[in-house]
């Protein structure tokens, strides 16, 4: 694995991962893509890790997927590349993902930061899918996580006309889940990944995939998983321990078992 494009580290239980392309406002080529689902999936795999934290620099979370990668590409190279089955494993990460976003989220920026749990944002953070201007339309997300988050009607503006949202409307529009002032923005982003990492990590992982149920499931068979996923965690002792603390009026110790 390349280590310059990704740096890592571990902070208690929470994996911090950073998109490191500065020359290119982190755009996210061919091999950063693999090697950050990867990347993921070890940590996805780690029993110490409760909380994965993903972050960019203060001038660019992501500007997209590198330009470079698909300039002289054919429709059927592109086919054959399948770049997007990456995606898929990034999707399929069952732990929490907290971002922590400054700068631009463009494109394939604005897709990647869609497939995490909780999206702080600086207050200069700015989103969009400007695919338009390239020829192109989005291809991980981009029209229909999108659309989902914040509606037809800002969907079609934003990403027919290419134009970007700021925070306080990516916010008002359902994109992301906070703003924080731009002086604090990773410090904010990993004291919510922080404070998830303190909950039980079966729970989290039921959490997750329950919330995510919601938009990819009819009503009724959402709401049929998460009563199976509820009835499952009563075998945990995470919940005996969680409803023992509670009654002992002090902190839970999950054990993630
Ligand atoms: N791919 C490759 N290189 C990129 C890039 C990208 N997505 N975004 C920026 N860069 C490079 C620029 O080419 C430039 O490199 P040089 O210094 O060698 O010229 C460097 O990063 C700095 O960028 P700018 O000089 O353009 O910086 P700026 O502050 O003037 O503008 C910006 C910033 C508005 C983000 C502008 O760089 C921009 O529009 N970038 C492209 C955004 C975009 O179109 N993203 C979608 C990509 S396609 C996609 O993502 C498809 C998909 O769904 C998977």
Same mark, same amino acid.
């Given at each position: 694995?390349?280590?310059?494009?990704?740096?890592?580290?571990?902070?208690?239980?929470?994996?911090?991962?950073?998109?490191?392309?500065?020359?290119?406002?982190?755009?996210?080529?061919?091999?950063?893509?693999?090697?950050?689902?990867?990347?993921?999936?070890?940590?996805?795999?780690?029993?110490?890790?409760?909380?994965?934290?993903?972050?960019?620099?203060?001038?660019?979370?992501?500007?997209?997927?590198?330009?470079?990668?698909?300039?002289?590409?054919?429709?059927?190279?592109?086919?054959?590349?399948?770049?997007?089955?990456?995606?898929?494993?990034?999707?399929?990460?069952?732990?929490?993902?907290?971002?922590?976003?400054?700068?631009?989220?463009?494109?394939?920026?604005?897709?990647?930061?869609?497939?995490?749990?909780?999206?702080? #944002?600086? /207050?200069? *953070? +700015? $989103?969009?899918?400007?695919?338009?201007?390239?020829?192109?339309?989005? @291809?991980?997300?981009?029209?229909?996580?999108?659309?989902?988050?914040?509606?037809?009607?800002?969907?079609?503006?934003?990403?027919?006309?290419?134009?970007?949202?700021?925070?306080?409307?990516?916010?008002?529009?359902?994109?992301?889940?906070?703003?924080?002032?731009?002086?604090?923005?990773?410090?904010?982003?990993?004291?919510?990944?922080?404070?998830?990492?303190?909950?039980?990590?079966?729970?989290?992982?039921?959490?997750?995939?329950?919330?995510?149920?919601?938009?990819?499931?009819?009503?009724?068979?959402?709401? #049929?998983? /998460?009563? *199976? +996923? $509820?009835?499952?965690?009563?075998?945990?002792?995470?919940?005996?321990? @969680?409803?023992?603390?509670?009654?002992?009026?002090?902190?839970?110790?999950?054990?993630?078992?």
């Amino acid at each position: 694995m390349d280590e310059q494009h990704l740096l890592h580290e571990v902070e208690g239980n929470v994996a911090i991962i950073r998109i490191n392309r500065p020359k290119v406002l982190n755009a996210l080529s061919l091999p950063l893509m693999a090697d950050l689902a990867t990347l993921m999936e070890q940590y996805d795999a780690d029993d110490n890790i409760h909380v994965i934290l993903l972050s960019g620099s203060q001038r660019a979370w992501a500007a997209g997927a590198d330009i470079g990668d698909m300039a002289t590409a054919s429709s059927d190279e592109m086919r054959k590349r399948d770049q997007f089955a990456i995606w898929e494993q990034i999707k399929n990460i069952s732990k929490p993902i907290v971002a922590a976003v400054s700068g631009f989220a463009l494109g394939g920026g604005c897709e990647l930061m869609m497939h995490c749990d909780i999206i702080i #944002a600086s /207050e200069n *953070a +700015l $989103f969009g899918q400007p695919e338009i201007n390239l020829g192109i339309i989005p @291809g991980a997300g981009g029209t229909q996580r999108f659309t989902r988050a914040v509606g037809k009607a800002t969907a079609m503006d934003v990403v027919l006309s290419g134009r970007f949202l700021s925070a306080k409307e990516a916010l008002d529009f359902g994109l992301i889940s906070r703003i924080v002032p731009k002086e604090h923005w990773f410090e904010s982003a990993l004291h919510v990944a922080r404070l998830v990492a303190t909950k039980g990590p079966i729970a989290l992982r039921a959490a997750k995939a329950s919330v995510l149920n919601a938009e990819e499931l009819p009503l009724s068979d959402s709401l #049929a998983k /998460e009563r *199976a +996923l $509820f009835y499952e965690l009563f075998d945990t002792n995470d919940q005996t321990e @969680g409803m023992t603390a509670f009654a002992e009026k002090r902190r839970p110790n999950f054990t993630g078992t």
